[in-house]
């Protein structure tokens, strides 16, 4: 069998809004066909406040996994499989040129497109990718403590379900499972983890995993490393300040689309304030629109304002480690106080209030925006738990809490735990200020913490701390951006890489393990949409956030940001941007 377009197919997700400022259209996201692209200009890109990237290794990061790190990554490298913005297979941006699997479902065999090559000018081969893989899987074993890892069902169950990974030949890999995979899932959500380092480079000790391990953990925030000048993405690495600026450069070897753009500046921002002022003088030419502003817009004379849903879903993690002090860990795993937390958040007041109209209800693991056969159209119509504290104190009574000066609380236990939020925007910390004030009604006593970013994503139950925290990703409140298939075991399944929240449920398990076992088309959609339903009512350490969208920005004389802009994962292709003088 080959890899084709799944039965379920996104639409678009991209939509140009009439937000332009005064002088420029929304005609100027597109170039008109008159206009040719020219060479040379640079691209300033503004980075979401107090975001920086730190993680520069083409492997995901378990307390890195952060959208600017994932951009950053694959101007450099390019992934082993890629996907369009409906969800198929796009070979212009992958270094695979097919993938096809047996009838029984257990072997995958991954065919590299030679035109491949490292910038060095050695071919990009198979022996790359099993070499990447051989990282992952050590990353990935038993007790092992290192800053990244696929760990868990959800990642394409590395490496337990992984019998083998093996070179055919140059540019053939063979994939050997222990069971049957439903392939659709397999390939996304497995092999499409795969992004491809050079094995000349990269593997420094062959002899020995545990230094090699070592070296990648040293380097991974360390972009002028000599290691990172080997890419086969369009990019490569030139300069960097710390917390001012990230610069990329053109690879003169890339054997895809040659970048028009002379440089890429990655820029640093300590808030939507100072980023809109950067956008209004024109030293940013890419950048978001933080909603608090929208109401300004007008003041962007120069710029096209467009907005676009990602594919995923916004949600507070929380903490329910046994070992967090006070107990907090421990009431969180109980289903009274998520649902009492879940009925204190007022999502259309956030949405009618903050967000300025804009945004959606999200009440499970996947937002109805963009629209997608993915999610459960039942749960559109119906949120099991909408706004209602007076509900959500009647839950906790009922479960046994009592208020003690104005605290609920239980055996000793109160329910008071601190709110960790990304810093540098207003609407973060007037949402964080107003699910405070409407937990309080209930006896939730909530203390607020505003960190960088890169602090917030960085919370795990390792640390054993009072907590729960709103994860964002590009500026907006948020949790997770998914790869093409969105099953949740990663998130939520107990073993998952990504559930820093120590969310573990027999049932939630049997319910993502049904999604990854084969089928037919109609039955795995019914059996996401089961998983789904599941996720609504039980609160998987995850209370829902409104979904908030992405209001992007360029001015009116860079084109190619919108049309080239990929939801599925927040991707984007600066190759393709080009300035029209």
Request: with cysteine; proline share 8%.
């Amino acid at each position: 069998m080959r890899l084709t377009p799944p039965s379920a197919v996104l639409a678009s997700s991209i939509f140009a809004l009439a937000l332009a400022g005064c002088g420029a259209a929304p005609a100027a996201t597109q170039a008109s066909a008159s206009q040719r692209p020219v060479s040379g200009g640079t691209a300033v890109y503004a980075l979401p406040p107090d975001t920086a990237p730190n993680w520069f290794v083409p492997l995901a990061s378990l307390t890195a996994a952060s959208v600017v790190n994932s951009q950053t990554t694959q101007m450099m490298y390019k992934p082993l499989l890629s996907f369009n913005r409906h969800d198929q297979f796009d070979p212009r941006h992958s270094l695979a040129s097919s993938v096809t699997w047996n009838a029984q479902d257990t072997v995958f065999t991954v065919r590299l497109n030679p035109k491949w090559h490292w910038s060095n000018g050695q071919p990009v081969t198979a022996q790359d990718v099993v070499f990447t893989w051989s990282v992952m899987k050590a990353a990935s074993e038993p007790n092992t403590h290192y800053p990244w890892t696929f760990a868990g069902q959800g990642f394409g169950g590395v490496p337990s379900v992984w019998r083998s990974v093996t070179a055919t030949n140059a540019h053939t890999v063979t994939i050997a499972l222990t069971e049957p995979r439903n392939p659709e899932w397999f390939i996304r959500n497995g092999i499409g983890q795969i992004v491809p380092m050079p094995a000349s480079v990269w593997n420094r000790f062959p002899n020995s995993k545990s230094q090699e391990m070592a070296f990648i953990s040293r380097v991974a925030n360390s972009p002028t490393n000599p290691v990172y000048r080997v890419v086969d993405g369009p990019f490569q690495f030139q300069s960097t300040e710390a917390n001012n600026y990230w610069s990329f450069v053109p690879n003169p070897r890339y054997d895809g689309h040659r970048a028009y753009l002379k440089r890429v500046v990655f820029q640093y921002e300590t808030s939507t304030a100072s980023e809109f002022a950067s956008l209004k003088t024109g030293s940013i030419n890419v950048g978001y629109l933080g909603v608090s502003l929208l109401t300004a817009k007008s003041q962007l004379t120069n710029d096209v304002v467009t907005v676009a849903y990602p594919l995923g879903f916004n949600y507070l993690i929380l903490n329910m480690n046994s070992k967090a002090p006070h107990g907090i860990g421990t009431a969180f795993q109980s289903l009274a106080v998520r649902q009492a937390l879940q009925l204190g958040v007022d999502q259309q007041g956030i949405i009618q209030h903050i967000f300025h109209g804009y945004g959606t209800v999200d009440d499970t693991t996947l937002a109805p925006q963009p629209h997608t056969a993915f999610l459960d159209p039942r749960l559109v119509s119906h949120n099991p738990y909408p706004f209602n504290p007076r509900r959500g104190q009647k839950l906790l009574e009922a479960a046994g809490w009592h208020e003690v000066g104005g605290v609920m609380t239980k055996h000793g236990v109160r329910l008071s735990f601190t709110l960790d939020y990304a810093s540098g925007s207003h609407s973060s910390t007037d949402m964080a200020s107003l699910m405070k004030a409407d937990w309080a009604k209930e006896g939730i006593q909530v203390h607020l913490e505003a960190q960088p970013f890169n602090t917030v994503i960085s919370d795990s139950p390792a640390n054993a701390s009072q907590w729960a925290a709103m994860d964002w990703q590009q500026g907006n409140m948020g949790g997770w951006s998914y790869q093409p298939y969105p099953t949740g075991g990663g998130l939520f399944g107990t073993a998952g890489a990504m559930n820093s929240g120590s969310y573990s449920s027999s049932q939630m398990d049997q319910f993502i393990q049904a999604t990854y076992e084969p089928s037919t088309p109609n039955q795995a959609m019914k059996r996401l949409y089961a998983y789904e339903d599941y996720a609504a009512k039980q609160l998987p350490s995850a209370i829902f956030l409104p979904y908030e969208p992405l209001f992007n920005v360029h001015a009116a004389n860079i084109h190619g940001t919108v049309s080239t802009f990929d939801p599925i994962g927040n991707m984007i292709h600066p190759n393709y941007w080009w300035i029209s003088r």
